[in-house]
């Protein structure tokens, strides 16, 4: 195990399960992730392999036994009458039958209606009426003359969830984690591998659970498709449900006023909509209306009483055009079916997660390390929902004062929620808040901003925060930095929706940037003055030709220092490398390329046979590669040295792309750079 790994085991024995053990008992089971680790939860929550192993078939033989598959439900109705008792895994709805007044559950696999179930256990878990629940029932069969009467009789029924919970020790627990590790066993209990992912995508990641841990969170993803967009709302919680967008009513989500029973607000945390995107999709305009009033107050009326709720909105779609084209063609919410397409409505979401952010889920992105048993972290964000952590950044920030009250209150709500979630124990430092609340920010920005291209009437206003010095720090969005040209339009007033430029927002922009944009590298790329570029995560567009081409350019020597040209992805990076110089130097001259790095105390065979590699592929194009090894194995920093006077310092080497599949031969991030994303780095121009 890694050395984290033992540290979870350590401080939360008994609560964490291996990520990989799900798919090992799923087997043909279609259950959610969550019954099987509550399963796993119960038999394999250890690190020792021979428990692990022995508690693995023990889960095996209960799913094979217990778990109901609905092409075998005849069999286990059989077994049920002929052994007259039966433990079943299932889903399970209750209804109300007015005409005996009687309480029948419906059991979905198996099959069976009409199972009376007394009101005490509908009153501890009444979920079960607006909703299938997955249970662990015991079942009896009992045949009677009475042909009105049901023979199944239910002899107990228990809803698949955490029943209790020591929260004081997992706060104590969390104190023992810096914070890297803490977001790194947050990743592992979603499922994922941490090493696959950077900072501020493992942030858009958390930022999925909110919803689950902040009251009447609302929030909106979209992007396209197979990025896991679903799963969390489906998979994750026993307290949150998926529905398809196009079969929500307002009985069903609200109130049925013609007998007064709640919708799913009434009983869930969360809500997600699937498949909400689609501009042709029918929608109740009723719903719309009563939705944007949930969404505002946290009411709704029944008939002459106004009622209200907790439960948290999601909207998840996938994106049918890319974010340059819809910026420069409509705006981010192109999707959302036409009545939702609508001013007031988008106003009352929170967050707008940027969904063409987050890579496709691979195999390789699953982890095989150790995370929290689900329904235990869904019980803590459960119980999370009770605290506000919304003031925890107002004794050193100040939001600006052109921020409306709606837009605070959404990124107050953004703020909490991560705090919640990566800071329960309350102790971030001054520089983590405040990439919390940069980040809360942003994701309301980017709403407010496709407000003002959707509907002329919204003001532009200055997303900006304060230090207690008064100094003001400007808040972009990644796709600002990206596309600025662009981004900043609106609808002009009077043009029949004609997108136009909005010279005073591209003016605001450039006078509130702290940081160079990546975006400069193309505007100046024949400027070969010296600079400094920052760069953010999940950034595109940026090459090795864009950066060091022109740089390159009448170069007859050129010496890279590395430490970090080892693995073969590192040796990717130097081949695309020498790439840029073929194309960048005249044709017919010779360019002496040279490498300082470090061997792999490892893998060097393998380390100097990729080099070598190299080396032998410019052989062909007029490029003399040599390379050495720093024996002393002491240099640090990473740059580039021309012999006609320019270095070029890059505090990540060539090392500035995000994983991706390289083994895909279709995939264009395979195929060209400025389809990758990047990660955070930052790259400098001196003339020696």
Not at 1 to 29: C, E, F, H, P, W
Not at 224 to 246: C, D, N, Q, V
């Amino acid at each position: 195990m890694s050395k984290l790994d033992d540290k979870i085991n350590d401080y939360y024995a008994g609560l964490v399960v291996r990520k990989d053990l799900v798919k090992t008992v799923k087997g043909n089971a279609i259950v959610p992730s969550y019954v099987l680790e509550y399963l796993l939860g119960q038999y394999c929550a250890t690190n020792d392999n021979d428990s692990i192993n022995s508690g693995i078939q023990t889960v095996k033989e209960i799913l094979s036994k217990h778990y109901v598959h609905r092409n075998e439900a005849g069999l286990i109705r059989s077994t049920i009458k002929e052994k007259g008792r039966h433990k079943v895994i299932d889903k399970v709805s209750v209804s109300l039958n007015e005409k005996s007044d009687t309480y029948e559950a419906e059991f979905s696999n198996l099959g069976i209606k009409k199972v009376l179930i007394d009101s005490g256990t509908i009153k501890t878990h009444p979920k079960l009426l607006v909703g299938s629940v997955w249970c662990i029932c015991d079942l009896e069969y009992e045949h009677t003359e009475d042909n009105g009467a049901t023979p199944w009789i239910l002899g107990s029924i228990k809803p698949i969830q955490l029943s209790h919970f020591d929260y004081d020790g997992y706060l104590e627990a969390r104190k023992k984690f810096d914070t890297d590790e803490w977001i790194d066993l947050l990743m592992q209990s979603m499922g994922f591998e941490p090493e696959m992912f950077g900072k501020r995508s493992k942030m858009l990641q958390l930022a999925r659970l909110i919803p689950y841990c902040e009251r009447n969170y609302n929030i909106i993803e979209l992007g396209p498709k197979g990025t896991g967009k679903s799963h969390i709302y489906s998979e994750f919680s026993p307290h949150g449900i998926l529905i398809s967008g196009g079969e929500v009513s307002v009985p069903k989500l609200f109130v049925n006023n013609s007998n007064g029973k709640l919708g799913l607000v009434g009983y869930w945390n969360v809500v997600a909509f699937d498949e909400f995107a689609g501009q042709d999709k029918k929608v109740d305009k009723a719903l719309v209306d009563i939705m944007k009033n949930y969404m505002a107050n946290k009411t709704f009326s029944r008939g002459i009483e106004t009622l209200g709720a907790e439960a948290s909105m999601v909207f998840v779609g996938n994106t049918a055009h890319s974010v340059p084209y819809m910026l420069k063609h409509t705006d981010l919410f192109e999707e959302v079916p036409g009545k939702y397409h609508d001013s007031a409505f988008l106003d009352r979401l929170h967050f707008y997660l940027p969904g063409w952010e987050i890579d496709i889920i691979r195999g390789e992105m699953f982890s095989s390390g150790y995370g929290f048993v689900v329904d235990y972290i869904a019980e803590i964000l459960r119980s999370l929902r009770n605290d506000d952590y919304s003031d925890r950044y107002k004794k050193h920030f100040t939001l600006s004062n052109e921020i409306s009250t709606r837009d605070r209150d959404a990124i107050n709500k953004t703020f909490s929620g991560l705090m919640k979630i990566i800071f329960p124990h309350d102790e971030a430092t001054v520089e983590e808040i405040e990439e919390i609340l940069k980040f809360a920010i942003e994701g309301r920005k980017r709403v407010k901003d496709q407000l003002m291209r959707i509907d002329s009437t919204y003001v532009e206003a200055k997303f900006y925060y304060e230090d207690n010095s008064g100094r003001k720090y400007f808040v972009t969005t990644l796709e600002e930095d990206e596309y600025p040209n662009y981004y900043h339009k609106t609808i002009g007033s009077g043009s029949d929706e004609t997108i136009v430029d909005n010279v005073t927002s591209i003016q605001t922009k450039s006078d509130s940037l702290n940081d160079v944009s990546a975006e400069i590298v193309m505007t100046l790329s024949d400027d070969l003055s010296e600079k400094h570029l920052t760069f953010k995560e999940n950034q595109r567009g940026v090459t090795f030709d864009s950066l060091f081409g022109k740089y390159l350019t009448n170069a007859k020597e050129i010496t890279l220092t590395d430490p970090y040209v080892r693995i073969f992805y590192q040796a990717r990076n130097l081949m695309e490398f020498m790439e840029t110089i073929a194309k960048y130097k005249p044709e017919g001259d010779i360019v002496k390329f040279h490498l300082i790095t470090i061997e792999d105390e490892f893998k060097g065979d393998q380390q100097g046979e990729f080099l070598q590699q190299v080396k032998n592929a410019c052989q062909s194009v007029g490029i003399d590669f040599t390379w050495e090894y720093d024996v002393t194995q002491t240099i640090h920093a990473r740059h580039i040295e021309t012999d006609h006077g320019w270095k070029i310092s890059l505090d990540r080497g060539l090392d500035i792309f995000q994983q991706y599949d390289m083994n895909d031969a279709f995939n264009f991030s395979n195929r060209l750079q400025q389809f990758r994303t990047c990660k955070a780095f930052e790259i400098t121009y001196m003339k020696k």
